[in-house]
Antibody, heavy 114, light 110 residues
Framework: EVQLVESGGGLVQPGRSLRLSCTAS????????MSWVRQAPGKGLEWVGF??????????EYAASVKGRFTISRDDSKSIAYLQMNSLKTEDTAVYYC?????WGQGTLVTVSS | QAVVTQEPSLTVSPGGTVTLTCGSS?????????PYWFQQKPGQAPRTLIY???NKHSWTPARFSGSLLGGKAALTLSGAQPEDEAEYYC??????????FGGGTKLTVL
């Protein structure tokens, strides 16, 4: 059974950093691209970015709204994907989902507020 | 960046049929956009219903189907059930590998 479990969310002040983790199980993690999607309170889904598998270079793509501030990485030995969020803004407040697109985690809430 | 458009809200009667659509500001939606459809109920994570235009997962109820219709991706629900009341999102992929979600359709079964 595929499982994706996000962790690391919480309350953080504007301008600070936070790192989210996505622990995966039930599939060969290294074979798949991993994506992050967020949802601001009462709003729709917004694609944040993804990291390709090593077979496809392990490269990353980001939404314009987070490019240069957020970094996605992966540790295939631990089956974990990371979302490093720097220079956080109040508009980054959202539930952050780790997803294979066909499978989704339950999300972790990030609140950016002073 | 492309804009993906969906109906903000739709209503369907129990047992009825409704079609949700997903359009692109760049032109006609094709199979090359690999359309996905997701269902999200309040307080829950999204659930993938349809991938690559019309393919279903094992958990996708048979009453849901995906297609291309009039230059858009479409999700048709035939025989709506009360539990189908939810928000539905589509996702399109574009060259350059930056996918875009639609704004979502709030479906009411009433």
């Amino acid at each position: 059974e595929v499982q994706l479990v996000e962790s690391g969310g919480g309350l953080v002040q504007p301008g600070r950093s936070l790192r989210l983790s996505c622990t995966a199980s039930g599939f060969t993690f290294g074979d798949y691209a991993m994506s992050w999607v967020r949802q601001a309170p009462g709003k729709g889904l917004e694609w944040v970015g993804f990291i390709r598998s090593k077979a496809y270079g392990g490269t990353t793509e980001y939404a314009a709204s987070v490019k240069g501030r957020f970094t996605i990485s992966r540790d295939d030995s631990k089956s974990i994907a990371y979302l490093q969020m720097n220079s956080l803004k109040t508009e980054d407040t959202a539930v952050y989902y780790c997803t294979l697109i066909d499978y989704w985690g339950q999300g972790t809430l990030v609140t950016v507020s002073s | 960046q492309a804009v993906v458009t969906q109906e903000p809200s739709l209503t369907v009667s129990p047992g009825g049929t409704v079609t949700l659509t997903c359009g692109s500001s760049t032109g006609a939606v094709t199979s090359g956009h690999y359309p996905y459809w997701f269902q999200q109920k309040p307080g829950q994570a999204p659930r993938t219903l349809i991938y690559d235009t019309s393919n279903k997962h094992s958990w996708t109820p048979a009453r849901f189907s995906g297609s291309l219709l009039g230059g858009k991706a479409a999700l048709t629900l035939s025989g709506a059930q009360p539990e189908d009341e939810a928000e539905y999102y589509c996702l399109l992929s574009y060259s350059g590998a930056r996918p875009v979600f639609g704004g979502g359709t709030k479906l009411t079964v009433l």
